[in-house]
């Protein structure tokens, strides 16, 4: 009954409606240092597992006063045209990439109430010392500027819900300039939340505290996950007011005003591309296009006439690897419906990195059509739906290309754009295997996997957990099904049919030459985290933080900076126990 399954994970991710076909690669092969090698936008990630601070610092060689700290916008400016009318005012934007635009200062009084260390000295090359100065206070959240900021909006539209929208942009986010590091690294510096644009439409430019928290929390705990994303440095909270009507229900409430400050390699996104082609300026997506190539894809030789081609053909690639990583640690990225989207071309990185953080969810209980947010009725931006919406974005790409390629480089563009599925598959299939310990080639490997996942639906086993209890679980242990204390594998352990996949494991295993059961669990610790920041989890230090009581924040920015270690005070928080039950209720709004 099990060769039904054969598809293995891609009944994970409804994969199985793509065609394989040849894709037109820069690697060879699939394997993680394949793609590293040429993906800028991992940069912040080392490997798939646990990942560390590479930087070692002096404390002397840090910045202790942030008059030394300067940014540019030098680089852009000169490269890229900005809009020639001034004003936060909303308005239609044409020929420009960039419009002014000065955050409005949050008012009341200001509290930092997180911090990213790793990010503030690690990249921003500073004294964590510094974030508890007034100054610093200021900077961050938009009531002075920082030497050198020229703050801009960016200009982009996108697909929504597959329909095209029109003009979208930085409604309520600033660029302030770009870093570079002593290590050499160059960064973007963004706030959100900090005001309105021209591109603000109705909103008030405002991000509010439940979706500061969540995306300060999910950006640190992705990257520590070896999630190629944006990075978070600090969370500033006022006492201004904001209103929102959270579940778009007409109970309008007035919440309280929040900053991130944010930083990526980019920020340039599909809708970046899609809003110059679709209002004709073609010019001017080549330029953008060439900035892009020259800056973020270095091995692209920019005098190469296939250029273009090849900047498609790595987009394709990396974003295949991105969804793969989503699915590892059952990460589903909603999307949101009236202000802005997430699984939409207009929040889909063009360096393949997870940005903007919205309706997001991790996934508890096993269910390939977990949806965390509350606004997606349909279900398109189901876990499980995820690598087909990374297609349907991929496509609009090369609409949004077809004006910069020939007829032919057009033709091979859709080959490359049909073996989007055979990357995927071959990441995910390399992931799976690398989260149960096998090592080598089996032809067998795709059923067994698949199977596994079919008990876990079955028997709604949570997705985190039961593969953090098979890393812990000694062969003995699984061999005699003594799983005291590991109430996931004791879920998976209920169906009928678990005692068949387990001897057909075991099997796997045991023809694992050179390998220790102790080795296999050591591997395995280092692919499945013990902890990921579930929905009941930040919602819990979102309550708490309304209530201007950030300890809980605080403690799980600690706790997820090492996701892969056990650690005594999340077990005592319960952050690795069975979810409350008012957790399955839990949905998530794209009101922010």
């Not at 020639?84 to 239609?92: A, E, L, P, Q, S």
Request: with cysteine.
């Amino acid at each position: 009954m099990w060769s039904t399954c054969t598809a293995l994970v891609f009944a994970l991710v409804a994969a199985s409606s793509f065609t394989p076909a040849y894709v037109l690669e820069l690697c060879q092969n699939i394997s993680p240092e394949c793609h590293s090698d040429h993906n800028t936008a991992s940069n912040s990630q080392s490997s798939s597992h646990t990942v560390k601070s590479k930087w070692t610092l002096n404390a002397s060689s840090l910045m202790h006063d942030l008059n030394q700290f300067r940014v540019s916008c030098k680089k852009l400016l000169e490269a890229l045209p900005i809009d020639k009318v001034d004003g936060n005012f909303v308005r239609t934007v044409k020929n420009c990439i960039f419009s002014k635009s000065i955050p409005t200062p949050l008012k009341g009084p200001l509290r930092l109430t997180a911090a990213s260390k790793d990010v503030i000295e690690g990249i921003l090359d500073l004294d964590a010392s510094v974030t508890r100065s007034g100054d610093f206070l200021h900077y961050a959240s938009g009531g002075r500027l920082l030497p050198g900021s020229v703050p801009l909006a960016h200009r982009y539209g996108g697909h929504q819900f597959g329909y095209w929208a029109g003009q979208l942009g930085d409604g309520r986010a600033h660029f302030l300039g770009q870093y570079s590091n002593k290590k050499g690294e160059v960064w973007e510096l963004q706030l959100k939340g900090s005001g309105k644009t021209p591109y603000s439409r109705s909103g008030d430019g405002r991000a509010v505290i439940r979706s500061s928290v969540r995306e300060f929390l999910c950006s640190e705990a992705m990257h520590f996950l070896g999630v190629p994303t944006s990075r978070a440095a600090s969370l500033i909270v006022s006492e201004e007011p904001v209103l929102r009507d959270q579940f778009y229900n007409g109970n309008v409430k007035a919440e309280r005003g929040a900053v991130v400050l944010r930083l990526a390699k980019s920020w340039f996104r599909i809708g970046s591309l899609e809003i110059l082609s679709q209002s004709g300026e073609i010019n001017l997506l080549r330029k953008l296009l060439n900035f892009v190539i020259d800056e973020h894809f270095p091995f692209i030789n920019p005098d190469n006439p296939e250029k273009y081609l090849v900047f498609f053909s790595t987009v394709v690639n990396e974003t295949a690897h991105l969804i793969a990583q989503w699915m590892s640690v059952g990460f589903a990225h909603a999307v949101a419906v009236l202000t802005t989207g997430v699984c939409n071309t207009d929040n889909f990185s063009l360096l393949s990195i997870t940005i903007d953080y919205g309706p997001f969810g991790f996934m508890e209980s096993y269910n390939p059509n977990f949806i965390p947010n509350t606004s997606d009725d349909e279900g398109r931006y189901s876990i499980g739906a995820q690598a087909n919406v990374g297609l349907l974005n991929l496509e609009k790409l090369l609409v949004a290309l077809i004006p910069v390629l020939t007829q032919t480089q057009q033709k091979q563009a859709k080959i490359i754009l049909k073996g989007y599925a055979n990357i995927y598959q071959m990441r995910v299939h390399q992931i799976f295997k690398a989260k149960l310990g096998l090592l080598g080639e089996d032809e067998d490997d795709n059923d067994l996997i698949a199977f596994l996942l079919k008990v876990m639906e079955d028997t709604e086993s949570d997705f985190t957990m039961t593969f953090r209890e098979l890393s812990e679980v000694s062969a003995k242990q699984l061999l005699n099904k003594n799983f005291t204390q590991m109430w996931a594998l004791d879920d998976l352990s209920h169906h009928k049919h678990f005692s068949d996949w387990l001897n057909k494991y075991l099997f796997r295993l045991s023809r694992q030459q050179d390998d220790s059961d102790l080795d296999r669990q050591h591997r395995m610790k280092n692919v499945n985290p013990r902890y990921v920041l579930r929905n009941w989890m930040a919602e819990s230090a979102i309550r708490k933080a309304e209530r201007n009581d950030f300890s809980e924040v605080e403690l799980l920015h600690h706790i997820l900076s090492s996701p892969f270690v056990t650690q005594e005070t999340a077990e005592e928080a319960g952050y690795a126990a069975r979810p409350p039950q008012w957790a399955s209720r839990l949905k998530v709004s794209c009101s922010s």
